[in-house]
T-cell receptor, first 114, second 111 residues
Framework: GAVVSQHPSRVICKSGTSVKIECRSL??????MFWYRQFPKQSLMLMAT?????????EQGVEKDKFLINHASLTLSTLTVTSAHPEDSSFYIC??????????FGPGTRLTVT | TQLLEQSPQFLSIQEGENLTVYCNSSSVFSSLQWYRQEPGEGPVLLVTVVTGGEVKKLKRLTFQFGDARKDSSLHITAAQPGDTGLYLC???????????WGAGTKLIIKP
């Protein structure tokens, strides 16, 4: 149980375009999902906390107008990187809270902006 | 500011050897999770410990939670190449069930 999927697994886009990443909890409902980014050889950096039916809470330094998060249902949260630039290239990972502080992670999305 | 330290930062050993990695925090963990992350993938939850002094075993992996709930250890017996990965023990944040991640321990098991 507690499977989280992410789509797409890899995406290449041109600078200035927008990219949407989907995060789904497949066999459970998640009122809270989290979005992280991870640069090579670095640990996970929390970008935002996504709560179903309400606005996401962004971490300091994360532009909410650039990284749009929508958590429209108990099984789906989306992250849209708007007007992507090469510096947005990274590994984006979502997770879903199951109980307490336990989080189950998706497999990640490798974004490359050219 | 709470400090989270995992040691060693890097460990490379031969298959069949035993090892222990450590997780220490300046603050009490509400609960402590250990995760393993392989390159290009999301972290995988290995275990959750809640009670001080608690010991949990997962096949060849033994997790121990310190009595004061500020530290934990992960012992692997007869390590195998499949144990290779980045081991993480995030600290629990102040709000919204957030987790705060350190650099972890990068473990390589050579065949």
């Amino acid at each position: 149980g507690a499977v989280v999927s992410q789509h797409p697994s890899r995406v290449i886009c041109k600078s200035g375009t927008s990219v949407k990443i989907e995060c789904r909890s497949l066999d459970f409902q998640a009122t809270t999902m989290f979005w992280y980014r991870q640069f090579p050889k670095q640990s996970l950096m929390l970008m935002a906390t996504s709560n179903e039916g309400s606005k996401a809470t962004y971490e300091q330094g994360v532009e909410k107008d650039k990284f749009l998060i929508n958590h429209a249902s108990l099984t789906l949260s989306t992250l849209t990187v708007t007007s992507a630039h090469p510096e947005d290239s990274s590994f984006y990972i979502c997770s879903a809270r199951v109980t307490g502080h336990e989080q189950y992670f998706g497999p990640g999305t490798r974004l490359t902006v050219t | 500011t709470q400090l989270l330290e995992q040691s060693p930062q890097f460990l490379s050993i031969q298959e069949g050897e035993n090892l222990t990695v450590y997780c220490n925090s300046s603050s009490v963990f509400s609960s402590l999770q250990w995760y393993r992350q392989e390159p290009g993938e999301g972290p995988v939850l290995l275990v959750t410990v809640v009670t001080g002094g608690e010991v949990k075993k997962l096949k060849r992996l033994t997790f121990q939670f310190g009595d004061a709930r500020k530290d934990s250890s992960l012992h692997i017996t007869a390590a195998q190449p499949g144990d290779t990965g980045l081991y993480l023990c995030p600290q629990t944040g102040d709000s919204n069930y957030q987790l705060i991640w350190g650099a972890g321990t990068k473990l390589i098991i050579k065949p």
